[in-house]
């Protein structure tokens, strides 16, 4: 089994008070965890056993029948979450300038990319993901619904993500998206990781690998 449910990349209660230790606690000790249960009992036994969560992800992305389609979404629930975690910083911090240059040509600025990336996570109708992601050289927005990831087609990059499943903000914002969406993205959007990831050109990212924002 190579599969590894990743601790979370700072204390659990690093990110107060725009996200609560409760909520991490739950967010990562339960729900994350019991992607992580759920994906080693269905694959356990099979040819998928011994394969890395990426490669499990792609070769079920488009798979028919319900367990290749339980392992898809619980195998990308886990990479997305491990995405997410680094997604996010304690300290929040400014936008690295090679970042807020691609900003302003793809989006027309920071102002203009926070405005469609808050629409994006208001409009996503139920569960999901919004993603910063790189496509054809171009910076896009992504909302993608349930266990929707990226790497899934190969298509975009991901630079950064925000979960915009309930779970991810009853508990501190009860049913205000927009509330927690801003405090992403005013407060906790780790757009070091963002740079970095647009720097590195990796496309492959192991959320259980130490600085694994540089993964070639
Ligand atoms: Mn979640």
Redesign the pocket.
Known sequence: MRIECPPLPFADDALEPHMSAETLRL?HGK??KAYFDKLQALVAGTDFADLDLETIIVSTAKARGAKPKAIFDNAA?LWN?GF?WRSLAPAGGGLPAALAQRLERDFGGFARFRERFAAAAAGLFGSGWVWLAERKGKLEILALSNAGTPIADGASRPLLTL?V?E??YYVDYRNRRDQFTAAFLDRLANWDFAAQRLASRATAFDPAAPGAALRA
Do not use: C, G, I
């Open positions: 967010h729900h994350q629930q979450h997410f979960d499943w779970h991810a």
